[in-house]
């Protein structure tokens, strides 16, 4: 290993002072933009917007790594999804804020960690991924690198019983560009429909019964991935 980037312990096991993680049932289903517009006036009546957004709007762009065999992204592919994702998340073009989060699902469960992370470990990470194994285990022996950026406006609301999240994500777009960057203008192209539209369901409590009829208007749910749609849809343009 390089050793310009061997990491500075004492400065990521302060950061991992400030590491989240969570563990919740996570279902997804792919919806048309018009009943993507009725879902929302329905849902202003149930539930109260995303505190973080504008009347519960803001925008998402995450980079997303994978290893030298797309390991990742055949995994979800075949349905054998036994290695996590990872991706750099920034919210509103905000820089200046940025999480590296590990996401591992297990059917409908999804294991989410994240910690905020500076340019200087950004840059890092995009290089030498393995530089962050004292934080990640997987990562050990695991060299990543930056496949494709991800980016769509997202309207959230909450309802705290059952700390119940629903969201719908539109306007989805990835980049075709080579080894991609948050900090360099990339070139995105609009995912085709169906996959240009998500609605999703997270909680870790129970569901509430009066809020299951929104599945019943949703239609069928379906295995989803905005990284692998975003993929194939690079690769097939």
Known sequence: ???????????????????????????????SPSDAAILEKKLEYLLSYDEHGTDGVYHVKSLYFDDFYDQALSGKMEGDMKLP????????????????????????MVFKTSFPIIDEEYFRFRKHSE??????PDLKGNFLRPRVIISYRRKAF??????????IDSQIRASINQNPCLYRPACMINLPAPENTVFEVKYTGLFPDHLRVIFQEVGYRRSIS?????RLAGIYR
């Open 85 to 108: 994702k990872f991706r750099v998340r920034i919210y509103n073009e905000d820089l200046s804020r940025k999480k590296l989060e590990r996401k591992l699902k297990r059917g409908d």
């Open 158 to 167: 909450v309802y705290e019983p059952g700390n119940v999240r629903i969201t």
């Open 131 to 136: 530089c962050f194994s004292h934080v990640f």
């Open 226 to 230: 905005k990284y692998a749609a975003g």
């Open 1 to 31: 290993m390089d050793k310009r980037f061997k990491p500075d312990r004492t400065l990521a096991l302060g950061r991992r002072m400030d590491m989240t993680g969570t563990a919740r049932h996570e279902l997804k289903f792919y919806i």
